[in-house]
């Protein structure tokens, strides 16, 4: 077995035309964008929140939300944008699309409207669920000492900063970082290549190397998995080197955590390896060059769609097509380099790799149930 991989890693560190796509052409991309557009996108981030607020029904209850609006829509890096008007003209700013929400300020408490489902309006969703928290605080208080609610409104003050904080970090995206990052994940997703070609190499109708491979006593699985293994290995070697190159050239900080930085790498590697098998045992009847243009175009949508073109694209799909968006690998990838930068914590990003692997075992389970099915009249 460690004969097999050794023989099949050399062939990929062989294949200059995977050493390329691999590596070269990402870290090409990459610097050429950094050079062109790197200054312009450094510190743009997404807008705040536009949201309605109505006051019909105002209740003394209800100042507490209102200071977590005030202290939400403040400075440069606010998080909500709210506007106050009635209740006719709030559902006619909803229908047009110029507020994502309503918040109606009633004697019952506040109560959210929106239209659609996505990242603002569980934002603003959360800023609701906030204000009950909000409410119980300043009532509990207030039945033992009244002179304590000034205090009470200075802590939620305190802590809607916090949260603005909180989600800030989550919603405001630095474009250009994001934008280098994608072409980091170009770099693990272009194994593809590499895991086409290794399943070619074990359909005996396609070569004379895959046929004498077929014959061979070494069950065909056996054979996917070192082959698999090697693959891995030789393209996440690929994404190390990007890494170097990213973090000393484009200032790009991913190496804080190296066990979290080889997890995502691997994970990632293993999506591009496993999917490109995929593709090569489902498209099978196909010649390699056809294969190969459906897989260079399919790469090519699944990191367009992860905001690699534009975030604004990834934000369009994750609030219009929330399912693409989580079917799409690429984005947990990106998400996962992205939180090695420091946005994120650990949970996101431990979420993100579990995804992959996920992608990774439906891939590769598909790929050796056709592959296993396979079976030739004369060899």
Known sequence: MFHGYKYSLKTVFRDKEMVFYGLAFPILLALMFNFALGNLLEGTGLDPIPVAIVTDGFHTEQEGFLTIVDALSQDEDALMDPVFV????AHVLLHEGEVVGIYLLTED???LVVN???IRQSILVMVADRNVQ?????SRIASKNHELIPQAIADITSEAQVLQEAESGRGMVD???YTLLSFMAMSCIYAAFSGMEKVFKVQANHSALAARRVITPTKRIKIVAVDFLASLTAHSLYSFV???FFHFVLDIQLADNLLNLTAVILAGTGVGVGFGMFIGAVGSGANQKTIQNIISGVVMAMLVLGGMMSVDVRVMI???LYILDRMNPVTYLIDAF???TGQGNERILYTNILWMLVFIAGFCIVSAVILGRKSYDSI
């Open 318 to 320: 994750r609030e219009r």
């Open 338 to 340: 992205y939180t090695l």
């Open 116 to 118: 659609n489902q996505g």
């Open 134 to 138: 909000v409410e119980s605080t300043i």
């Open 175 to 177: 474009i250009r970082v």
């Open 86 to 89: 009635n209740y006719e003209e």
């Open 109 to 111: 408490g506040v109560r």
């Open 242 to 244: 990007a890494v170097v």
